[in-house]
């Protein structure tokens, strides 16, 4: 699959949305990839994640469990894992830090990936590499759908995206005019009660 096929199965969805949106790093950007619209259809977040799980196996070799931080990485996480023929498992926030809960464990030995959904900044990821890096396994990287970063995110491991977009995030105190003029929605899960 190639890049232009990862942006179409998006577009298709109504899941490549352009306006003023805050993200969930606290960032505004004119551009927001609506994943969950993706999501809901089966059949897309099959191909997508079949895809994502053979660039992982091109660049890291067998996987025997994936990681994803909750709640944007659960699907994409648990698909792949799916087309890898290997165990999903997620870390979830509990007093404000992810860690593995419903008695989710790293066996030892185990080749793992984090599997995100889309990287901006790389936060979810790097507090999700955290979470697992002292409970054992050997991590090989991480791998998202699409990182929105331009490859600039940094997680401290390798990273495999099914497509790159450079799209520019801004600080809410300097934003560009054009950005300015639209009022900003926060269309991500983060904020949601």
Excluded: W
Excluded at 59 to 67: C, E, T
Excluded at 137 to 161: F, K, T
């Amino acid at each position: 699959m190639t890049p232009d096929d990862v942006l179409a199965e998006f577009r298709a969805a109504g899941a490549l949305l352009e306006g003023h949106f805050i993200l969930s790093s606290g960032l505004r950007s004119p551009l927001f990839l609506q994943k969950a619209l993706v999501f809901q259809d089966p059949r897309a977040t099959e191909r997508l994640c079949r895809a994502l799980a053979e660039a992982v196996v091109a660049r890291f070799g067998a996987v025997d469990l994936v990681v994803s931080p909750a709640v944007g990485g659960i699907i994409p996480g648990y698909e792949t894992a799916r087309a890898l023929g290997a165990r999903a498992v997620y870390v979830e926030r509990e007093d404000g830090e992810f860690r593995l809960r419903r008695n989710f464990a790293i066996p030892p030995g185990a080749r793992l990936v984090v599997v995100e959904d889309i990287v901006s900044t790389g936060g979810s990821a790097r507090e999700c590499i955290a979470a697992i890096r002292p409970l054992g396994g050997h991590l090989l990287g991480a791998a998202c759908l699409i990182d929105r970063s331009g490859g600039r995110a940094e997680l401290g491991v390798p990273l495999v995206a099914l497509a790159t977009l450079e799209v520019p995030a801004y600080p809410a105190d300097a934003l560009p005019p054009e950005l300015e003029a639209i009022p900003p929605v926060r269309p991500g899960s983060r904020g949601l009660p």
